[in-house]
């Protein structure tokens, strides 16, 4: 696989280059479209997916960018962490800088979906002046924690957003450190549950056999899953296995299943992406996982999100489309067009190599 040195000499447009990006456990895998002297991207994908979920979509975007979506470790072709370690939310945030760092960006764009919007929200909001425009797709940028599940021991309590009362229904403290400690104590018991385990080799699955694990290859919610049509299974699993004879084997870390997230309550989000500097793109799908009508643990903060960043930040575009979670992926051509405008742009802000 080509390193980014020899990456970095090639000047022809429009090519598709595989990377290797050394990190102390082992490399960073990313992909990169167009040629090295493009206007800086880095593209960031979701929780148990990987850089070929951006493989439809970056063909349709403007040709002068330099296109470079990698791999989170434990994800896609990255090395996994060293035994004994958790993979953790700020983790990913820390590669972010690792792979700029290696390729010598001082200002770029951040495409990111779903987690990876969340990571690219922090690494803006930690790194403001190396963010010239963040694209959010099927993200809000942050995640709160579930309410009652935001406050550790000793933390207090906080009121909700625009309530001026606490509400009856909030958990009492007791409850919230109840909740906090058991979240610590299942990441590091079912980090213990894998060790323990003598290690088996990697089950050997069909082609299809992989590709109907409910369509996808890695355990997620069953609603993401129903996101995905079969082509779009197919791209990720290209990507997310390995071919050994009699069929394939999964590349990704289990651990990454129990991720440690230490999540941010909705006010410290709220406060945090008033220091972003970045124009923003938001686009979230109709029947993505902030559907109004989704019964999932997001509703509660979508509404406080979307103000905070209409109120705080001077250039904000909100918009919703057709489609779901994958979107950018089944149906790229639904979010290409609002891109290629955002991206077109205020080309006088140019990001800097």
Known sequence: ????????????????????????????????WGSPQGRPMLCLHGWLDNANTFNRLIPLLPKDYCYMAMDFGGHGLSAHRPAGFPYHFLD????????TAALKWSRFTLMGHSL???????FSCIFPEMVDKLILVESYGFFPAPQGQD???????????????????????????????????????????????KPQPPKIRSPQEALQSTCYVFPRLLQANSHLTEESGRILLQRGATEVPGGLVYNRDMRVLNHNQDPLTLEQCVSFLSK?????????ARDGIFNPEAKNMSRYFVKPLREAFQSNLKHFQLAEVTGNHFVHLNDPEVVAGLINIFLKRDQSSKARL
């Open 116 to 122: 990876g919007g969340s990571v690219a929200g922090m």
């Open 151 to 197: 406050k550790g021991p000793g933390l207090g309590r906080e009121r909700k957003l625009n309530s001026p009362l606490p509400s009856r229904d909030e958990p009492s403290k007791s409850e919230e450190s109840d909740a906090w400690l058991d979240s610590k104590k299942k990441v590091i018991e079912s980090l213990l549950r894998l060790e323990e385990n």
């Open 92 to 99: 990913y945030v820390s590669e972010v800088r690792r792979v």
């Open 1 to 32: 696989m080509p390193s980014v040195l020899k990456w970095s000499s090639l000047p022809v447009a429009g090519m598709v280059s595989e990377l290797k990006f050394p990190v102390p456990w082992g490399h960073i895998a990313a992909k990169a």
């Open 276 to 284: 972003i500097q970045a124009s923003v793109l938001m686009i979230i």
